[in-house]
């Protein structure tokens, strides 16, 4: 399935879901990357896409529903990309869907993630995500193309999870998903994506 320039609209089962990619808002507004997440520098990413996707259905009782929900999808790259030496630092941004006290919204944030192909492991920040900041490191799964760790900030923390994308020696782009929740004050909880290239 190619989302590059459209969306994708499908109703099965009593659920009607819509997914469209960033690049389509794009498409029809050149300035929607400053009007809508200013202060954001996006990744200029060729291997992979993200945008928003969105569910209104009913199965039995049950009512689901949600909107503006992050995805982030691409070409993932081999094992054999993966190097065993060297480092790379791969710069984008991060997309999240925040509840914070009960206030609902989309925010975005500047991303950094460098990563010792040597040890395996990487440290990383997502800076000014809805005013927040957050710090986190990871560790490179032996034998594949993805990596995992913590994320942490001001009385808050989570975990994310991703992939490398792309051609290169290290791959060209890395990507993945986050989840944060508060663990003291007031409800807050973001749940996300985040991409880079090198």
């Known amino acids: 399935m190619t ?12 659920n009607s879901q819509l997914l469209f990619p960033w690049s389509a808002v794009r ?18 990413c060729r291997y992979t896409q993200w ?7 009913t199965r039995g009782t049950d ?22 030496v060297g480092t790379a630092t791969y710069s984008g941004h991060a997309m999240a869907s925040v509840n914070n006290a009960g206030a609902v919204y989309v925010a975005g944030g500047n991303l950094s993630h460098t990563v010792n192909f ?7 920040s997502i800076a000014n995500l809805g005013g927040r900041s957050y710090n986190f490191a990871s560790a490179l799964a032996a034998g594949s193309v993805n990596f995992s760790g913590s994320i942490t900030g001001t009385n808050a923390a989570g975990s994310l999870r991703g992939s490398f994308y792309g051609p290169g020696t290290p791959p060209a782009e890395m990507a993945g998903q986050f989840g944060i929740a508060a663990t003291a004050g007031p409800a807050y ?3 996300g994506i985040f991409l880079g290239s090198r």
């Not at 929607?32 to 997440?37: E, G, I, M, N």
């Not at 949600?66 to 065993?84: D, E, H, M, Y």
């Open 3 to 14: 989302l590059r320039n459209g969306t994708v609209a499908t109703t099965s089962g009593g």
């Open 27 to 44: 498409a029809g507004n050149p300035n929607a990357d400053a009007q809508y997440f200013p202060g954001v520098t996006q990744c200029s």
């Open 51 to 57: 945008g928003f996707w969105s569910v209104d259905g």
């Open 63 to 84: 009512t689901d529903y949600g909107s503006l929900n992050p995805w982030v999808a691409g070409q993932l790259a081999s094992v054999g990309q993966i190097p065993t």
């Open 118 to 124: 040597a040890t395996g492991t990487g440290t990383g």
């Open 189 to 191: 909880a973001a749940n």
